[in-house]
């Protein structure tokens, strides 16, 4: 039997009472003791003095990319590889975000999990790896 991303938990958001599920997150910034969560219906992101760690046991199909960030999977449109130990993502609403090197090959295993999971086998895949060009390295004179 295959399972689904759980993304209708009910999350508790201190001071924000009417948000009722992670789907409506797009992602979480986590600075110190203070988290910034973009949120799909509002243009500006909300400030919940909790820390990541607090929302990460909470929503455990999110993705921690970095120390920082705490990100949906169902948003990633683009994984761009740099080279083998640099890498970002890209998300639907255009934000860039780079990968920690330790979190990259983490990533990758979640990605390719939540593509076999997938019940319509037609579709193509929610995201993409892209190659980074190549970039001219000149030498310090």
Do not use: C
């Not at 990460?56 to 994984?79: C, G, H, M, W, Y």
Request: aromatic share 6%; charged share 25%.
């Amino acid at each position: 039997m295959r399972t689904q991303l759980n993304l209708t938990l009910p999350i508790q958001i201190p001071g924000y009472r009417h948000i009722q599920d992670a789907q409506s997150i797009r992602r979480l910034q986590g600075s110190g003791n203070y988290t910034l969560i973009y949120l799909r219906e509002l243009d500006k992101p909300l400030l919940v003095s909790k820390s990541l760690i607090y929302f990460a046991e909470q929503l455990p199909d999110f993705i921690r990319v970095s120390k920082s960030s705490l990100i949906n999977p169902t948003d990633i449109v683009k994984v761009i590889r740099w080279d083998a130990r640099k890498m970002e993502i890209e998300l639907s609403d255009g934000t860039t975000l780079p990968v920690a090197r330790r979190r990259s090959a983490e990533l990758l295993a979640v990605l390719q999990k939540q593509e076999d999971r997938r019940s319509l086998p037609q579709r193509g895949p929610a995201w993409t790896i892209q190659l980074a060009p190549s970039q001219l390295i000149r030498p310090y004179k």
